[in-house]
């Protein structure tokens, strides 16, 4: 089976710009979320979609980030406007149920000029 | 609140020797953890787990054990190779919210030379 795929893999934007991110699931995965490592800290959790819906978005840092997943498919994350401390990479992950393990992907490299 | 610290890095070693990482972790309850690994270029992969206390979680010549009595779970191998390099993450996640919203620790880099 096909993996979690996010593009791009690596974006560079100036402050100010507006970036946005995007995930494929595993096919068949109702569970999504993303996940973010900041400068070689702790890899934190963002937000948790159940199909369309927003289970749990507690670690968006604050209304600059919108994540959205329409459908029930892909989800995007959209940080708008970008600011410096935006850097890091950004980690999707996806699981079929609540408590079977996190498939990730690659992840997206943000910097923020 | 829940935590995870876990050695800071990076590490280097030769290959076949012995490699601890510490981890130890604050949590409320009782729960699961985990170590990841993340190769050069690639995402995050699960490399073993543990759901309770004194459970042993092994994969790839890795193990870890659940110590609830030193709220640890160090990961060890008796002899690295080189494609062993990478960064290992260990994690928790709380019982109460499932199994999905993990706290990390902040990552160990390691390095295999030949």
């Known amino acids: 089976e096909a993996g979690v795929t996010q593009f791009p893999s690596h974006s560079v934007i100036e402050k100010g710009q507006t970036v946005t991110l995007r995930c494929d699931p595993i096919?068949?995965?109702?569970?999504l979320y993303w996940y973010r490592r900041v400068m070689g800290k702790e890899i934190k959790f963002l937000l948790h979609f159940v199909k369309e819906s927003k289970q749990d978005e507690s670690g968006m840092p604050n209304n600059r980030f919108l994540a959205e997943r329409t459908g029930g498919t892909y989800s995007t994350l959209k940080v708008q406007p970008a600011e410096l401390e935006d850097s890091g990479v950004y980690f999707c992950a996806s699981s079929q149920d609540p408590v079977s393990p996190l498939h990730f992907g690659n992840g997206t490299r943000l910097t923020v000029t | 609140g829940n935590s995870v610290t876990q050695m800071e890095g990076p590490v280097t070693l030769s290959e076949e020797a012995f490699l601890t990482i510490n981890c130890t972790y604050t949590?409320?309850?009782?729960?699961?953890l985990f170590w990841y690994v993340q190769y050069p270029g690639e995402g995050l992969q699960l490399l073993l787990k543990?759901?309770?206390?004194?459970d042993k979680g092994s994969n790839k010549g890795f193990e870890a054990t659940y110590r609830k009595e030193t709220t640890s779970f160090h990961l060890e191998k008796g002899s690295v190779q080189v494609s062993d390099s990478a960064v290992y993450f260990c994690?928790?996640?709380?019982?109460?919210?499932?199994?999905?919203?993990?706290?990390f620790g902040q990552g160990t880099r390691l390095t295999i030379n030949p």
């Open positions: 949590a409320t309850g009782y729960p699961s």
């Open positions: 543990a759901t309770k206390a004194d």
């Open positions: 994690s928790l996640a709380p019982r109460i919210q499932g199994a999905q919203k993990l706290v």
């Open positions: 096919s068949g995965h109702d569970n």
